[in-house]
């Protein structure tokens, strides 16, 4: 999304991180990796996931798998992190909770997964939209239908040799209460509910809301 402000998205995270130990980070749903790089330049182990092999690219530590069935190792990673309202790409609320619960899963004990997802409000508001980000190498154009909470987009992917990659997508808007519900039922703890990362907001459209998530 073009009005993401990714290093503030990032230090909202890192509250939530363990100060000490375990410096692994993975980003979840990460397409080029937003947050990737940002991560790293604060000394963060960083991997990539995404079941899109050419949103990954050839950069980093690539995995390719789908964020409901997470092929990695329990309690290995002190950090998960999913820009883009990436949450709402998953199908339903079962589909949400399996994720949850696969996120929990490979969390340490006292890791974090923060996260941003698109409100009702936003999605009526990206309704006939057209937008860009990372300096135009991704444009989105979108649909929104209140009758079942689905907002379709079309995802134009500019790679470096002037080819372009058309995708379809389809995404649920969770309400918060379904997104809380599911985190819980996975054994997760809500810390925070934010709108714009707790930053100032002065666009036109109502703002992505961020989430934190902590393994007790």
């Not at 649920?172 to 509910?193: Q, Y």
Request: with cysteine; charged share 20%.
């Amino acid at each position: 999304m073009a009005d993401i402000p990714y290093a503030d998205w990032f230090r909202f995270a890192l509250r939530y991180f363990p100060a000490t130990g375990n410096r692994r980070l993975i980003e979840l749903f990460s397409g080029p990796g937003a947050l990737a790089a940002i991560a790293e330049g604060h000394g963060f182990e960083v991997f990539r996931l995404d079941n899109s092999r050419n949103a990954l690219g050839k950069d980093g530590r690539r995995i390719l798998a789908d964020a409901t069935a997470l092929p990695l190792r329990a309690d290995f990673f002190s950090g998960l992190l999913a820009a883009n309202g990436s949450i709402n790409y998953l199908a339903d609320t079962d589909a949400l909770t399996a994720h949850f619960t696969e996120c929990a899963a490979i969390l340490c004990r006292g890791g974090a997964y923060v996260f941003d997802f698109c409100p009702a409000g936003r999605a009526f508001g990206l309704h006939a939209g057209h937008f860009s980000a990372l300096d135009g190498q991704i444009t989105f154009s979108h649909r929104f239908s209140p009758a079942d909470q689905e907002l379709l987009s079309v995802v134009k992917i500019h790679s470096g040799d002037g080819q372009i990659i058309t995708e379809l997508h389809r995404q649920r808007i969770f309400a918060p209460l379904e997104i809380r519900s599911a985190a819980v039922a996975a054994g997760l703890e809500v810390r925070e509910e934010a709108e714009n990362y707790g930053l100032p907001f002065t666009g036109d459209n109502a703002p992505m809301v961020a989430m934190a998530l902590v393994k007790p």
